[in-house]
């Protein structure tokens, strides 16, 4: 077949479970073929190789029982970076870049990023301050490999540091920033979850609990050991915890500022406990 044929055959199989059903043909079939996007665009009268038409083929018979179509073809956009992704790692969201300017206001020199996953948010924080050193943790040693990955394919591995941990335990008063999109999923959210999101992307890192601020507490309590005087932590959170997560740290961290920021679509998306010089 041709690509214009596999393209718009493709597109017709997609429309049942996206809304950019040739955007993702044109994703996938670069994708099988090992072309750029724009070569198909730019030739598409060229002819696809059988194998290629097969994966392809195979591509699309996926993605229409809703599996992630990073996950099909290995990679997300993040913060202007191609970052790669396994069923090891959360996908990226655009939301979670607000993470990024965040931090990147702060100019810090040394940032503490926990739960780094695919190490999205550590390797665009390495890329953009190139004087700074990013520590990243996560308890999963698979996505530490997928973060190590990326760090080295974006030319940052000298300055980000992976360790398996659990949250920043092995940190004492180093860090002027921590940031973390930590599981943030509810109990009562769990069920109403995309079937792409809850059957396929890891569970460790969507399910937060009965409110799912179990992880940003244990944050809270950990942040006044981590940071050094003058510090910041910005955690993402979920678009309906605003309110809770702010009580929560104000009630733990009675001296610390603490702010909440919301994303592009207006929705509650970060939390921000920013601690004095002296006194925290």
Known sequence: MRVSDCLLEGSAYLRAVTDAPRTEAELLLSHAMDVPRVTLLAYPERRVAVDQGALY???????????PLPYLVGRAPFYGLDIAVTPDVLIP??????????????????????????????????????????????????????????????????????????????????????????????????????????????????????????????????????????????????AAQGMDAVRLARAALPAAEVLLHVDWAGRDRVLEVAF?????
């Not at 195979?58 to 809703?66: G, M, P, Q």
């Open 93 to 238: 969201r655009p939301e979670t870049e607000l993470l990024v300017d965040l931090a990147l206001a702060r100019a810090p020199r040394l940032v503490l990023d926990v739960g780094t996953g695919s190490g999205c948010v550590a390797v665009a924080l390495a890329a953009h301050l190139p004087a700074a050193r990013v520590y990243a943790t996560d308890v999963s040693a698979a996505a530490l490999r997928v973060a190590q990955a990326n760090a080295r394919r974006h030319g940052v591995h000298e300055r980000v540091c992976l360790v398996q941990a659990d949250l920043a335990r092995p940190f004492k008063g180093l860090a002027d920033v921590l940031v973390s999109n930590p599981p943030y999923v509810a109990e009562s959210e769990w069920a109403s979850l995309p079937d792409s999101v809850r059957v396929h992307e890891p569970r460790l890192a969507l399910w937060g609990g009965a409110d799912g601020l179990d992880v940003v507490r244990r944050l809270v309590r950990a942040a006044p050991e981590v940071l050094r005087p003058g510090g910041s932590m910005f955690v993402e959170i979920g």
């Open 276 to 280: 004095p010089e002296t006194v925290r």
């Open 57 to 67: 083929w195979h591509l699309i018979d996926r993605r229409r029982e809703n599996y």
